[in-house]
């Protein structure tokens, strides 16, 4: 009778352990999890969300630059920060202003270098002094205060239109170079 009753326990035990089990199972798994891409498990694993992101970089009391975003997703294992709908500026020794604007960019916070780019129209840099630049990628590379493209690129102002491959800028004496495959047209200003 003895064993009748410890079968019946050890039944009753297992029942319960079997049901403490699937619980934890439903609550704690999650579904779905082997059929998203891993470019939705990193977008969702961002250690925060900003709205309006705002990064400004000073030397001392001078503004150098400052990235404005309409979301930056940040992620403090790989000192980024993923930009959605991007406005950089970039100011001069004279305080004059490089405006650059992209549909998405990411910023290295450890570096202070940043990368924007379009999809669908070309990244549109003006200057002060009368250039617009077009081109679909930038790279801004803090510590020379440069910014670069390999892609094509397009400087139209003061009645020229240059066009070329890749670009170099250099902010501390504001030139700009295009690098490969240059041309000059004179054009009517406008």
């Known amino acids: 009778m003895w064993e009748r009753w410890f079968r019946r326990g050890l039944l009753a035990l297992s029942v319960v352990l079997a049901s403490f089990l ?7 798994s999650n579904p779905g999890a082997s059929t ?4 939705t498990v990193g977008a969702e694993s961002a250690d925060a969300r900003i709205q309006d992101f705002t990064y400004t970089q000073t030397n001392g009391d001078i503004v150098q630059w400052k990235v404005q975003a309409e979301q930056a997703r940040l992620f403090e294992k790989d000192s980024q920060a993923i930009l959605s709908n991007v406005q950089v500026t970039l ?6 202003e490089l405006t650059l604007s992209g549909d998405e960019g990411m910023l290295d916070t450890q570096t202070k270098n940043f ?12 200057t002060q002094s009368g250039y617009t630049i077009h081109t679909n990628h930038l790279l801004w590379t803090d510590a020379r205060h440069e910014i670069q493209t390999a892609d094509h690129v397009t400087i139209n ?6 066009t070329g491959m890749g670009l170099l800028g250099k902010m501390d004496t504001e030139e700009f170079q295009v690098l490969d495959d240059v041309r000059v047209d004179v054009v009517p200003a406008s």
């Open 22 to 28: 699937g619980y934890l199972l439903v609550t704690r």
């Open 36 to 39: 998203r891409s891993v470019t």
């Open 91 to 96: 100011y001069g020794k004279q305080g004059q």
């Open 115 to 126: 990368q924007l780019s379009n999809r669908a129209t070309p990244i549109v840099v003006e």
């Open 157 to 162: 102002g003061h009645g020229l239109q240059v």
